[in-house]
């Protein structure tokens, strides 16, 4: 059975930073796979960070220069880091895998398994 586990709730100041991690079990590759960040503000939910297992990764506009998305194979771990943060970047963000793809989308309804949702507070 496939888990995407979270980390916990993370609080920061403007222009802080923050790593938000997601630890995958039950997961074994079979060819091509994408992870995917996304963030959530009410019932809006959209991707803003992709990486392909051949190591392609895309951005969303609302955190391109500020984000990075990597992988710890060797912990089943996947990171967003995030620096500079701002209070519109307070939002539920969610890990999310799709077993199978030769290409990530940004788009919820790709993926099929998801972390729970880790909540980031940015105050001024």
């Known amino acids: 059975q496939i888990k995407l586990m979270q980390s916990g709730g993370e609080s920061v100041h403007t222009g802080g930073s923050i790593r938000l991690s997601c630890v995958i079990s039950g997961f074994i590759p079979d060819g091509g796979y994408c992870l995917a960040w996304f963030r959530q503000r009410g019932s809006l939910r959209w991707g803003v960070a992709t990486l392909?297992?051949?190591?392609?990764?895309t951005y969303d506009d609302s955190i391109k220069g500020r984000g990075t998305i990597s992988m710890d194979s060797a912990q089943n771990t996947v990171y967003l880091e995030m620096t500079n943060l701002r209070p519109e970047d307070t939002e539920v963000y969610y890990c999310?895998?799709?077993?199978?793809?030769?290409?990530?989308?940004?788009?919820?309804?790709?993926?099929?398994?998801w972390g729970q949702g880790t909540q980031v507070t940015v105050s001024a």
């Open positions: 999310a895998l799709e077993r199978q793809g030769t290409w990530c989308s940004k788009f919820d309804t790709y993926y099929d398994y």
């Open positions: 392909h297992s051949g190591g392609v990764t």
